[in-house]
Nanobody, 124 residues
Framework: QVQLEESGGGLVQAGTSLRLSCAAS????????MGWFRQAPGKEREFVAA????????AYGDSMKGRFTISRDNAKKTMYLQMNSLKPEDTAVYYC?????????????????WGQGTQVTVSS
């Protein structure tokens, strides 16, 4: 069982940046590929970014490419999402997730463990 906790969300203006963190409870954090998803009110959960277990391979949703960067520090059992040039349409609850599949994985169905989410609100 892996417990995940997101942090770093908040209310920001369009064009600014935020960095989200996802801290894992288990020392075996490094065996999991990890991902970020988001869900806005009335919309389905959307893939944001994913990273394999060692951080050598990443994947991004189309609207995030060039603006968001996913990374991880296995020694700290933490994953990050650097979000730049934020837009109002980035407003959502952001979730981190852990997968036992070799990453990066883009489908939420491939993830077993989920955090509770952190709200990101981007004002225009």
């Amino acid at each position: 069982q892996v417990q995940l906790e997101e942090s770093g969300g908040g209310l920001v203006q369009a064009g600014t940046s935020l960095r989200l963190s996802c801290a894992a409870s288990q020392s075996t954090f490094s065996i999991y590929s990890m991902g970020w998803f988001r869900q806005a009110p009335g919309k389905e959960r959307e893939f944001v970014a994913a990273i394999n277990w060692i951080g050598g391979a990443t994947a991004y949703g189309d609207s995030m490419k060039g603006r968001f960067t996913i990374s991880r520090d296995n020694a700290k059992k933490t994953m990050y999402l650097q979000m730049n040039s934020l837009k109002p349409e980035d407003t959502a609850v952001y979730y981190c997730a852990a997968s036992l599949y070799a990453g990066p994985r883009t489908s939420p169905l491939d993830y077993t463990y989920w955090g509770q989410g952190t709200q990101v609100t981007v004002s225009s």
